[in-house]
């Protein structure tokens, strides 16, 4: 079963503005991750942030954590086409174990 | 540096054949994990392992099994296909220590006739 669920399910935005996609999970976690899909091949792990962490940077790509609501929020500032992907959370209950995905954000970046 | 390899990108069987992915793991890597992606879905859990034991097994019956070999690569072997096990198959590996995350390869696309 899916732990996590993710709101939008597609979001359209134009190039240049920012992108926000939230996630919520139900159970306790050791840490959530974001990956990237391209037109259904590999993922790309993006980021981790850790349960004792509640905000985290990496480029153009910022993370929050808010154990107490069990959600997260991934923003991507100034979005470019090439970010037109789909995006997936992933919890992690113990390090390294298995991951339980969310149903992914579908984002398209329009020129 | 090679990521995580995975073959045969494509693949087409029959329904009640049988099936055997490869996967090769990150240089460094000693973890890997199988994940089964239905088209629109998000990746479901089947298994990990680790020094060659399955360390962990998610909801997916005995159909489905697996081993990792003395390199760290491993195979995921699925018998008796049902038209319902068609999906993309992912791999991930990652370091025993300095977990970081998981690096995956770009599957193999597996449709039961």
């Known amino acids: 079963s899916q732990q996590g669920e993710e709101d939008p399910q597609a979001l359209s935005i134009q190039e240049g503005e920012n992108a926000t996609m939230n996630c919520s999970y139900k159970?306790?976690?050791?840490?959530l991750q974001w990956y990237r899909q391209n037109s259904g091949r590999g993922l790309v792990h993006l980021i981790l942030?850790?349960?004792?962490?509640r905000e985290k940077h990496s480029g153009r790509l910022r993370v929050t954590l808010d154990t107490s609501k069990k959600s997260s929020s991934l923003l991507i500032t100034a979005s470019r086409a090439a970010d037109t992907a789909s995006y997936f959370c992933?919890?992690?209950?113990?390090?390294?174990?298995?991951?339980?995905f969310g149903q992914g954000t579908e984002l398209s970046v329009k020129p | 540096d090679a990521g995580v390899t995975q073959s045969p990108t494509h693949l087409i069987k029959t329904r009640g054949q049988q099936v055997t992915l490869r996967c090769s793991p990150k240089?460094?890597?000693?973890?890997v994990s199988w994940y089964q992606q239905a088209l629109g879905q998000g990746p479901q859990f089947i298994f990990q392992?680790?020094?060659?034991?399955?360390?962990q097994r998610g909801n997916f019956p005995d159909r489905f099994s697996g081993h990792q070999f003395p390199n760290y690569s491993s195979e995921l072997n699925v018998n008796a296909l049902l038209l319902g096990d068609s999906a993309l198959y992912l791999c991930?590996?990652?370091?025993?220590?300095?977990?970081?995350?998981?690096?995956f390869g770009s599957g193999t696309r597996l449709t039961v006739v």
């Open positions: 392992y680790y020094e060659e034991e399955e360390r």
């Open positions: 159970t306790s976690i050791n840490n």
């Open positions: 942030i850790r349960s004792n962490e």
């Open positions: 240089s460094g890597h000693d973890t």
């Open positions: 992933a919890t992690d209950l113990w390090q390294g174990g298995k991951l339980i």
């Open positions: 991930a590996s990652s370091p025993g220590h300095s977990y970081y995350g998981y690096t």
